[in-house]
């Protein structure tokens, strides 16, 4: 059985940072990624990372203060958070595909994590 559990998410203020991990089972994924979805908007795309962690992709909001990575042998990818701002609280979610290649499009995911909160006080 596919599963992937996010964990690491918590209450912070604003210029703290948080480490969210997202632990895969059931079998090895090639390219992850991280969402987020704010109250009353769309799931967006964060960060996404291809299978040999060679290649990274970032959203312009969080480009310089995010960093994605994995660790194979585990089966996790991590999200490094610095910096944090009040407008990226949000519910953030682990995603996996089974395609080759990293991806920005959250339809091109195959499975999906149960999503961990970050908030972040002004």
């Known amino acids: 059985q596919v599963q992937l559990v996010e964990s690491g998410g918590g209450l912070v203020q604003a210029g703290d940072s948080l480490r969210l991990s997202c632990a895969a089972s059931?079998?090895?994924?090639?390219?992850m990624g991280w969402f987020r979805q704010a109250p009353g908007k769309e799931r967006e795309f964060v960060a996404a990372?291809?299978?040999?962690?060679?290649?990274?992709y970032y959203a312009d909001s969080v480009k310089g203060r995010f960093t994605i990575s994995r660790d194979n042998a585990k089966n996790t990818v991590y999200l490094q958070m610095n910096r944090l701002k009040p407008e990226d609280t949000a519910v953030y979610y682990c995603?996996?595909?089974?395609?080759?290649?990293?991806?920005?499009?959250?339809?091109?995911?195959?499975?999906w994590g149960q999503g961990t909160q970050v908030t972040v006080s002004s």
């Open positions: 990372i291809s299978r040999s962690g060679g290649s990274t």
């Open positions: 059931g079998r090895t994924f090639n390219a």
């Open positions: 995603a996996a595909r089974r395609g080759v290649g990293a991806a920005r499009v959250k339809d091109e995911y195959d499975y």
